[in-house]
């Protein structure tokens, strides 16, 4: 895998249960993932997603068979909606972010699809901090990548960041100095 090995997701470490907008990002990830691996439209693999594979079945602890007991579904639909909306855009600023010896379809599909979840979610000048945004992903990358593949994702997310959201990374800023 390009930046570093894929792992199967472990229950613990993909989103703690009580964390519902980490969920939802986890869930994102894993629809992105779908629907370029299937070519489905956004709208059908949100609507498998909210039928089949969001919520906890009785008698498991959860993430059994790629499903996310606990996620925010407007969050997970509307990131889902972004990135496919903007997926252009988006893969242009992951590719400024890359060494111009990885284009982005060296680059492993489960981190793709993370980069382009993180990505719609900087975009949005209105959402969560910069590092909120970061950290969350990071998260979910300890889920599925190796500590070498979260380490590469913590560099190009930090770097796609600076590049959407500048004006949180200026010297003197509330977001920098961890006020906002």
Do not use: C
Not at 16 to 24: C, D, E, H, L, Y
Not at 68 to 94: K, M, N, Y
Not at 103 to 111: A, F, G, K, S, T
């Amino acid at each position: 895998m390009s930046g570093g090995k894929r792992r199967k997701p472990s229950r613990a470490a993909a989103a703690p249960p009580s964390r519902p907008r980490t969920g939802a990002r986890v869930a994102a990830v894993q629809a992105l993932f779908q629907a370029e691996q299937t070519g489905d439209p956004a709208e059908a693999v949100i609507e498998q997603f909210v039928r089949h594979r969001i919520g906890a079945l009785p008698g498991t602890g959860g993430f059994e068979e790629g499903r996310v007991p606990q996620a925010d579904v407007p969050l997970f639909a509307a990131i889902v909606r972004a990135a496919t909306r903007e997926a252009g855009a988006l893969d242009q600023v992951v590719r400024a972010a890359l060494a111009a010896d990885w284009p982005m379809e060296r680059i492993d599909p489960v981190l793709r699809a993370l980069f382009r979840a993180a990505a719609a979610e900087l975009r949005d000048p209105a959402g969560p901090p910069a590092r909120v945004v970061i950290n969350e992903y990071l998260d979910v990358a300890h889920g599925f990548l190796d500590a070498e593949g979260v380490r590469f994702a913590n560099g190009v997310l930090d770097a796609v960041a600076k590049r959407l959201r500048p004006a949180e990374f200026a010297p003197g800023s509330a977001a920098r100095d961890g006020t906002a």
